[in-house]
């Protein structure tokens, strides 16, 4: 060990202090997490820094781990430091509790090496040793970052083949999904149903599968039901969470580990035909019901709350239609004065229309915006030929595992009775299943393919479609049913709120490209 007997007498050493914490540090229990607590970490560097008359100017801090290279940010920010202020600066040197708090990599302890021995670092002191530029303490530091990683090898090496025989087992590993909790001891949990949730994910998957809600809906629902994500235990927060979670094929028993499918052996709660509907009108190919409650023109959240961003929904008051806020987001839950007030339905009549009247064309000049718009729609048809011909390829992906699943299935069941083990009815059903997920996979995409292509050879015709659209849509706005109104509004307008004052939208691409003029009001200029 290196003291330094005379530290009182001389002027503090300025220094860095790196703080690490990652997930490994929970591999060997509670004690070691306790010892690798961010707390605990800074009250040992502090000490370290008291003995050898440092200075700390600043913590750098990270919660990643350090198997990685170059992905911890604090990490990154502090060698950027040092080579900023290059040989002469005035920061010497920096205090960590261990040495593998600073790397468990040859990439992140490669370049504190070499700061080491160039001289942008002079000392690192830890809570047991001071390493300085001399080439014993750069290799005994080179040494400790090599058993540093070699341990962090082992570790990955022995949860690896936990997770490979968990999912051979017939159990996600490290999975945490909504309608499932884990039972059992450490090392050999399973999946069990917690009743609680799995009926919200199950009412989510039979509204969903009517085709009468939108994914907004599904997931205003999920709130309602204060549905939460078992590994945050939060309220799903995002309308792209509840679309991931009803895309889970988890749901039906299969699941994907280091890019094997596997088929579950735990207990599932979702229809297999529900789920493969779900996929349909996910991915576009069937076609939802409109679930429009007549009496509302603009209802199931079509408006806005822009102080909390959650839906207005309709109501009726004195036979007139009103809007309000849902109040199931804050701010506007919990704080009554921040909700805007009441929305009148022949107000967002009024504006809307005004609006719409202002862009209608003449003959003259849609038939100019004809040669705007033919140029606007080649440049659509090439994105959709590139993405026509990635989907194509997924098709063809999806055909072959197809073909592979079903080749499987049929070896399976051709093996003679006698030379059948005691798992062979299990194997062959696993099989099946895996197969027929193939089968809708490639049948799913199959759909979207054809979509694709009818879209393509539609693109001169939603070019006049657009403008026949835009011609009169104000006088057909003002007579239009309310479900009419309401679909007139989703295909031109985008992002309507009400902040109880004022009603706000963008335009919908393409009708933006009409309404785009650098002079306010006046959107269509003769």
């Avoid at 806020?325 to 805007?340: D, Q, V």
């Avoid at 490639?442 to 979509?451: F, G, N, P, Y």
């Avoid at 919908?508 to 269509?524: A, R």
Wanted: aromatic share 10%.
């Amino acid at each position: 060990m290196v003291f330094m007997d005379n530290a009182k007498d001389q002027s503090p050493i300025k220094v860095f202090a790196y703080l690490r914490k990652s997930t490994e540090d929970n591999q060997e229990g509670e004690a070691r997490k306790q010892k690798n607590s961010l707390e605990n970490q800074r009250s040992v560097v502090r000490e370290i820094a008291q003995r050898n008359n440092l200075q700390i100017i600043r913590f750098f801090q990270d919660s990643q781990t350090g198997y990685k290279a170059f992905v911890r940010d604090d990490f990154n920010r502090m060698i950027e430091e040092f080579r900023k202020q290059g040989k002469h600066g005035n920061v010497k040197g920096i205090v960590c509790s261990e040495h593998n708090r600073l790397a468990r990599n040859f990439g992140d302890g490669g370049l504190v090496l070499w700061f080491l021995q160039d001289g942008l670092i002079e000392n690192i002191y830890t809570h047991d040793k001071i390493f300085t530029d001399s080439a014993s303490d750069q290799m005994m530091l080179a040494i400790n970052f090599a058993m540093a990683k070699l341990s962090s090898d082992e570790t990955s090496f022995r949860s690896k083949l936990t997770h490979q025989k968990k999912a051979k087992s017939g159990q996600p590993p490290s999975q945490h999904l909504a309608g499932y909790k884990y039972r059992g001891e450490e090392g050999v949990k399973y999946w069990a149903i917690d009743h609680k949730n799995s009926e919200i994910v199950r009412e989510m998957f039979e509204r969903f599968a009517t085709g009468k809600y939108s994914v907004s809906e599904i997931f205003e629902y999920a709130r309602s039901r204060e549905l939460k994500s078992p590994k945050t235990n939060k309220l799903y927060s995002a309308e792209k969470s509840i679309r991931d979670l009803l895309k889970k094929k988890e749901y039906i028993g299969l699941f994907d580990y280091e890019g094997e499918e596997f088929v579950g052996k735990y207990p599932t709660f979702i229809d297999e035909d529900m789920f493969y509907q779900v996929q349909e009108i996910l991915s576009g190919t069937a076609h939802p019901k409109s679930s429009l409650v007549e009496n509302y023109a603009y209802s199931n959240g079509l408006i806005r709350c822009a102080v909390c961003g959650g839906p207005m929904s309709g109501c009726i008051a004195k036979g007139h239609a009103y809007y309000r806020c849902a109040n199931r987001l804050e701010p506007c839950k919990s704080s009554k004065n921040l909700r805007p007030k009441y929305l009148k339905e022949t107000l967002v009549d009024q504006v809307v229309s005004d609006a719409f009247k202002k862009i209608e064309i003449s003959e003259k000049k849609q038939k100019e915006l004809r040669l705007k718009m033919t140029d606007w729609f080649e440049d659509e048809k090439s994105q959709y030929r590139i993405q026509l011909t990635q989907l194509k390829d997924r098709l063809r992906n999806a055909e072959m595992e197809f073909e592979d699943r079903a080749r499987e299935y049929t070896q399976l069941k051709n093996i003679k009775e006698t030379e059948r083990d005691d798992d062979w009815e299990i194997d062959l059903d696993g099989t099946k299943r895996l197969r027929n997920h193939a089968h809708e996979n490639a049948k799913l995409l199959r759909k979207q393919v054809e979509k694709s292509e009818e879209l393509l050879n539609e693109l001169p015709d939603k070019m006049l479609e657009l403008l026949i659209n835009i011609q009169e849509v104000g006088k057909r706005f003002q007579n239009a049913s309310p479900s009419n109104k309401r679909n007139i509004i989703d295909t031109l307008c985008a992002n309507l709120k009400w902040d109880g004052e004022k009603l706000s939208w963008d335009w919908k691409k393409p009708y933006n490209i009409l309404t785009d003029s650098k002079e306010e009001g006046n959107w269509l200029p003769e």
